[in-house]
């Protein structure tokens, strides 16, 4: 098997061919792909390639692996913040630090999906990292969103599932949690970074303060000055700390925000998949009733039953009643046992991505989590060396003072 090395390095605004020139404005993300070939375990060969796609691009790829793999935890894209209007924009489509943060959750959209065995292999996925310009047209011409179910969406609770699997009905509430946790575990987080910087700023501007009192005080030795250019230095490097908790932790942590629904997705299909069957399973048992119900009826006996199958069917006979019931008996079975088949196979399948999210996600929380305490001992450390060596500049200058005053004066 090849591997796929894949990584979105720049991104380019664009205009399009329209007379509106402004309206078809738009940003273009590069793809590059570095596919080494394998053979028994070597690498034997290298190429590489490249394309730019947009966000709409990217947005019908998630859309048509959701439907085509239900059973897997397809990995989010991040949100279109840009809408039709520009009034309604929360953030400049444009920004080179917002487009930055998007490119960055492409690279590992598109990294996630190349290391799935089934997703890597699908010919969909293969089109889009071509430099083929009619990706948008072959994916719609596989007609896949004819099998996109309308009910992902709706509420499990409205359909009455008799027979709900437990560990699915727990992954509904687990998304939700999953989401609402990621959510606030970031926006405090983010709360805590601006702090820093601010705190970091003050730092900054101190430090620029004592350095410029450090030039009038003549008598005063140039440790102060050292303690205004550590000042500045301390806020210099706790800054920089700053942006990498906010790229280690903060940005990825966005993408477990949006990970819920993507879990939400798997489980509702596997209950919807559940409710059909039973459905099914309700009108095979009315079937068999009503095939009871007529085969106990008596030959001359008039019933609204009969009068509506000699409307329908130009007979009334018992025994012809009796085997269209029997018909409809033999189909609902089939479609039964198929129902079964399905649902049992997709709650394997299922199960088993539902697992391997949780490992990933793991794995991910446990090196976001190592990220923020890294940076934040490393600017602490940072923090409190400099804050040493204040300390030994501003000891100096009291030793320094000390010589200068009068014979009887004591210092404080």
Known sequence: MDVLEISVPEFEARAGKEEAIFQD??????????TTGRHDGVAASSESSSTFRRYREFDLLRFYLTTMYPEIVIPPIPEKKMNFTWESMGVDPFDTEFLEGRMAAFEVFLERVSVHPKLRSDSIFRLFLSDDKTFMEQTNDTKFAAKADSRIKSSIASLRIKKMDRHFSQCLVY???LATSALATRRHGKAICDRQVAMMKHYRALG??????????????????????????MAETSTDCVSAVEQKFLQPLQEYCMYGDALKRVARHQLLLQYDLEQTEESLSAKALNKVEVSSERENEITFGRIAARVLTGT????????AIQKDIDLLEASSQLQIDQLSEFTAAATKEIAIFHDQKSADMRAYWKALIQQQIEMTKKA???????????????RTQAMHLPPFATPS
Do not use: Y
């Open 25 to 34: 404005l738009h940003v273009v993300f590069k793809i590059v792909v570095r």
């Open 208 to 233: 620029n303060c004592v350095s410029d009192w450090a030039e009038d005080e003549k008598d005063i030795p140039q440790e102060l000055t050292v303690a205004g250019r550590q000042l500045a230095s």
């Open 384 to 398: 409190i060396g400099a804050w040493m060596e204040i300390r030994t500049s501003f000891h100096a200058v009291k």
């Open 316 to 323: 009334g006979t018992k025994e012809a009643r009796v085997e």
């Open 175 to 177: 998304s939700d949690n």
